[in-house]
């Protein structure tokens, strides 16, 4: 069965760069999301979308922004990259965004921050 | 606010003995899901198992169970016949009402002992 798809796996930047991560949700999945797991932390909510509208934001910095497209995959964008943003960033997709239904993650983008 | 607690950083079981990771949650909203997901060193987050704050029975999914005591706040995840595959990091989770973020606790680290 198809996954969530993210790209780059990999990441290497230098402080005052920029970065896109993308990601591609399951088929029909309407519903992306955007989590940042530091280095021996638990996931952090970032920013969500469903069908193509901003459906909830979390701790996202200004510095950092997001959409999802026609075809719902997601792009984020990162500015002004700092130390700290050096992260496993996951995206995960679901059908809707009822509690009950699961979300499905993609295997991360690890960024490294220079 | 909606919070979630793991309080067992690491923990130790023995191969094929059956071993319990505790999560305790707090919220408001009578509509709520909870979500466990495994972790290994590699970095995916891989679903194993989910309860519904209105589900009656106790989620089961393989060798893995979910102590679900609604009362006492506490969403606890039972494996069953540990293998030395299920050594990882394990997180709860839980997705309330309509939001479909995850809020995440501060995650288990089980080693399983040949």
């Known amino acids: 069965a198809a996954g969530v798809i993210q790209s780059p796996r990999h990441l290497i930047k230098e402080k005052r760069e920029t970065a896109t991560l993308k990601c591609y949700p399951i088929?029909?999945?309407?519903?992306v999301y955007w989590y940042q797991q530091g280095p021996g932390q638990d996931p952090q909510f970032l920013i969500s979308?469903?069908?193509?509208?901003?459906?909830d934001k979390g701790s996202i910095p200004d510095r950092f922004s997001a959409q999802q497209f026609s075809d719902y995959h997601s792009e984020l964008n990162m500015s002004s990259l700092e130390l700290g943003d050096s992260a496993l960033y996951f995206c995960a997709s679901s059908l809707g965004t009822v509690s009950y239904n699961e979300q499905f993650f993609g295997p991360g983008t690890r960024l490294t921050v220079l | 606010a909606q919070k979630i607690t793991q309080t067992q950083p690491g923990m130790f079981v023995q191969e094929k003995e059956a071993v319990t990771l505790d999560c305790t949650y707090d919220t408001s909203d009578p509509s709520y899901g909870l979500f466990w997901y495994k972790q290994p060193s590699s970095g995916e987050m891989i679903f194993l198992i989910y309860?519904?704050?209105?589900?009656?029975q106790n989620a089961t999914e393989g060798r893995y169970s979910l102590n679900f005591q609604k009362a006492r706040k506490s969403a606890n995840l039972v494996i069953s016949a540990s293998q030395l595959g299920d050594s990882a990091m394990y997180f709860c989770?839980?997705?309330?009402?309509?939001?479909?973020?995850?809020?995440f606790g501060q995650g288990t680290t089980l080693q399983v002992k040949p």
């Open positions: 989770a839980m997705r309330e009402g309509n939001t479909g973020k995850l809020i």
């Open positions: 309860q519904g704050s209105y589900d009656q």
């Open positions: 979308f469903y069908e193509k509208m901003q459906s």
């Open positions: 088929p029909r999945h309407d519903t």
